[in-house]
T-cell receptor
Framework: DTGVSQNPRHKITKRGQNVTFRCDPI?????LYWYRQTLGQGPEFLTY????????KSRLLSDRFSAERPKGSFSTLEIQRTEQGDSAMYLC????????????FGSGTQLSVL | AQRVTQPEKLLSVFKGAPVELKCNYS??????LFWYVQYSRQRLQLLLR??SRESIKGFTADLNKGETSFHLKKPFAQEEDSAMYYC??????????????FGAGTQVVVTP
């Protein structure tokens, strides 16, 4: 296992288009998190799953954002009708509560909305 | 509301000099505090957490509840310490400890 995997690494899209990102967590990690990071800022929490259940969504997350983890393994984050303000690095992290409070982050997907 | 403040965007130190990264937080309960680090071209990774009271790569951090601070310290900086450092806070609840509030980060540059 090489850690948390995110695809694609980079995504360039035009305003108004839909995009989808994928995250493959470390196998057997039952918790999966999505964060967003803009230039000069720290990561900002978006949402998280325990197995296939989405337990919390940030109030900052607009209705254009949706995340799924259908089988409790990989997760997808979809952004509909993208806006320029959506341009950011989208980070995924996974954890196993049995290993303590440690998040393992992926390399992220850099989204640029033109 | 939770808030994490890292007042220094950039910290430049000489190799062998002490380094201290400041982190202040606001939270009404009993938070858990972390330091995450991102080396050049690498992923964000956990450096240390206050609950473990451990020293990692020579770094230590003490939670000061009176001053609501969690400063990161190392007595002798090394060139390999050059990285971006983020202080992060969790509400400490079992169900949401992975929901972190990050500071804006401090870029550390260690020069020979």
């Amino acid at each position: 296992d090489t850690g948390v995997s995110q695809n694609p690494r980079h995504k360039i899209t035009k305003r108004g288009q839909n995009v989808t990102f994928r995250c493959d967590p470390i196998s057997e990690h039952n918790r999966l998190y999505w964060y967003r990071q803009t230039l000069g800022q720290g990561p900002e929490f978006l949402t998280y799953f325990q197995n296939e259940a989405q337990l919390e969504k940030s109030r900052l997350l607009s209705d254009r954002f949706s995340a799924e983890r259908p089988k409790g393994s990989f997760s997808t984050l979809e952004i509909q009708r993208t806006e320029q303000g959506d341009s950011a690095m989208y980070l995924c992290a996974s954890s196993d509560p049995g290993q303590g409070e440690k998040l393992f982050f992926g390399s992220g997907t850099q989204l640029s909305v033109l | 509301a939770q808030r994490v403040t890292q007042p220094e965007k950039l910290l430049s130190v000489f190799k062998g000099a002490p380094v201290e990264l400041k982190c202040n937080y606001s939270y009404s309960g009993s938070p858990e505090l972390f330091w995450y680090v991102q080396y050049s071209r690498q992923r964000l990774q956990l450096l240390l957490r206050h609950i473990s009271r451990e020293s990692i790569k020579g770094f230590t951090a003490d939670l000061n509840k009176g001053e609501t601070s969690f400063h990161l310290k190392k007595p002798f900086a090394q060139e390999e310490d050059s990285a971006m450092y983020y202080c992060a806070l969790s509400a400490g609840l079992t169900d949401s400890w992975g929901k972190l509030q990050f500071g804006a980060g401090t870029q550390v540059v260690v020069t020979p």
